[in-house]
């Protein structure tokens, strides 16, 4: 019984070893990070993303049409060379620049599509940030790139 009561913290010992043995402390770059559910997808399918703020500073987006959500370009493989094939479009009125997005939070959603073509596609997200110089720069993140088949 004394044995069963100890495993744990032998278990949290033998974990942080090997952590530290394997050279886990790399540094994390600071920035937005976009990652999606899976990397092959149907025409008719639903992608999931969530995108991850590891910046030093909150970053900020267009609040497109009301949607209180950051709207990806989706830009397709063609030609050797990456091209906006949907990108979002803004009514005017319900459009305003800037809802910010905190420090080490992240924002998941969904795009579904119906008549996506066949081929390579990615994310692409816009975002304004503050440089060292405190002032805003754009800055984008873009997603692995996933085949629609």
């Not at 976009?34 to 909150?58: A, E, G, H, K, W």
């Not at 990806?72 to 005017?92: H, L, T």
């Amino acid at each position: 019984m004394l044995k069963i009561r100890y495993l744990p913290l032998h278990c949290l010992i033998i974990l942080f070893i090997s952590c530290s043995e394997s050279g886990t402390d790399v540094p994390i770059e600071k920035k937005i990070y976009t990652m999606i559910d899976r990397y092959s997808y149907l025409q008719t399918d639903t992608l999931f993303f969530s995108v991850r703020n590891l910046t030093d500073s909150s970053a900020y987006f267009l609040v497109c049409s009301g949607y209180p959500k950051p709207i990806p370009d989706i830009e397709k493989y063609k030609d050797g060379q990456w091209s906006v094939y949907r990108s979002p479009v803004c009514d005017g009125f319900m459009t305003y620049c800037c809802k910010e997005f905190p420090m080490l939070e992240s924002i998941a959603d969904t795009i579904h599509w119906y008549d996506l073509e066949k081929g390579k596609y990615r994310l692409r997200f816009r975002f304004s940030v503050f440089n060292e110089n405190h002032q805003y720069i754009d800055s984008e993140s873009v997603s692995k790139e996933f085949m629609v088949e």
